[in-house]
């Protein structure tokens, strides 16, 4: 599996997502494509949030991964590898980003990408997924959310292509290594995973405590150390406090 061998380039479109979500259902896409807009009129982010992203100024991009051989339980693997692939780029910038779980990627306490994947199922298999990918890169000021890009922290503008091409080299290398090695791929996120293994303040349906991250399940189920206890959560049942 190789992405980008072909990229479509859009000034303005709703969302990434969508256009390939509408040209699979045409069958008019093949697996690896990328879609990159200047502008999404209606970015979307994870838990139906939107993303805002200044037109032309950051990557807004989706791919299309067909015949994605892993079953229904794997499929946090993908989100797994996405996050590294982010990551691994970003430390081409000698940035030093984390992952907040489950697939945030943050600088410090600021954002500065999110992945949003949707995948098409097939009875019990992954059929195929499409990665949407938001990252920022030339932006510096935000209204609502703290945020940060690639310009803001190494203070240098860079040119989207050159960030993308880059991105698409990084990913494909990842999938490679980490598909086929549960054991590296898990490793790996661990060890870039925001608070792993340190303490931290949470908040769960009991309210707030204070915990330790010490697992990510395969199903991509959080583990945390509460006092004596450990319990595990799921994407809405835990948040990060601080
Ligand atoms: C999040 O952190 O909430 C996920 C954000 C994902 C945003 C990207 S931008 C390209 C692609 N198209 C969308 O509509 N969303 C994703």
Known sequence: MEIGRKIIQLNTVDSTNNYVANLIKQRQIDSGTVVLADEQTAGRGQRSVNWESQ???????????DNVNLSVEQQFRISQIVALSIIHLLEGYSINAKIKWPNDIYVGNEKIAGIL????????????????????????????????????????????????????????????????DYELLQRMYLSHLLHFEGSAMYKDESGEFEGTIINVLPSGRLVVRK????????????????
């Open 117 to 180: 994947i949707e995948n098409q199922l097939k009875n019990t298999d992954i059929k195929s997924a499409i990665v949407g990918i938001g990252l920022n890169v030339n932006q510096t000021d935000w209204t609502s959310l703290s945020a940060t890009s690639i310009a803001k922290i190494t203070e240098k503008r860079k040119p989207l292509m050159d960030v993308l091409l880059s991105y698409i080299g990084k990913f494909n290398n990842d999938w490679k290594s980490y598909l086929n």
């Open 227 to 242: 006092g004596n206890d450990t319990c595990d959560y799921g994407l809405k049942e835990i948040s990060l406090i601080s």
């Open 55 to 65: 037109p032309g100024m950051n990557l807004t991009f989706s791919y299309f991964l």
